[in-house]
């Protein structure tokens, strides 16, 4: 709550930033190899009045370490990072920060990599490319729990469903690899 010590094991009402009228932000931390683009999210997030930048880092490592001093409400990610995959990231975020919501914002196509993300434990697939109201509603949408993808990739998927696919994969080649070989 406002003015309150930060600590552990606080509900995510708390651990939010507050601004002067009271009101909550929630902490966005990024994690983006590309210095431009994180002034871009920088200035999303400064025109959005929910959310609030905690934290940015282009390295992996370096991110995982901070992560927890930033005490962020929600990841975005990208998939191509410095010294690290994107993928791996999102497995390693898992295992530390269960709750955090994961938003992956990449230029890399959709139809290959969102799936993918989907079941590393990502929340949600988001095109660089997109409009910034709809990278907006995105993160609201993530922070509420919701699975986030494009209209056409949640029918893909949906549609692989309803056909009875075991695994969900294996439909193209690029589904075949792993995520290493990929």
Do not use: W
């Not at 990024?30 to 390295?59: A, K, T």
């Amino acid at each position: 709550m406002p003015g309150e010590a930060p600590g552990r094991g606080l509900r995510a009402e708390a651990r939010r930033g507050y601004r002067q009228d009271g009101d909550p932000e929630f902490r966005v931390f990024v994690i983006e190899r590309h210095p431009l683009f994180r002034v871009g999210v920088s200035q999303l997030l400064e025109r959005e009045p929910d959310f609030m930048l905690c934290g940015e880092e282009p390295e992996v490592y370096s991110a995982l370490n901070i992560l927890s001093e930033a005490r962020p409400d929600l990841a975005l990610v990208n998939l191509s990072l410095q010294d690290g995959d994107g993928i791996d990231v999102i497995k390693r975020l898992r295992e530390h920060r269960p709750g955090l919501p994961i938003l992956v914002l990449s230029h890399h196509d959709e139809s290959i990599f969102a799936e993918r993300v989907i079941r590393a434990g990502a929340n949600g697939y988001i095109m660089k490319h997109a409009c910034m109201v709809r990278v907006a509603d995105a993160m609201h949408r993530a922070l509420a729990g919701e699975v986030v993808m494009s209209d056409e990739m949640a029918q893909r998927v949906a549609s692989r469903t309803l056909r009875g696919s075991e695994s969900g994969v294996g439909s193209t080649p690029y589904e075949l690899l792993s995520d290493r070989e990929l």
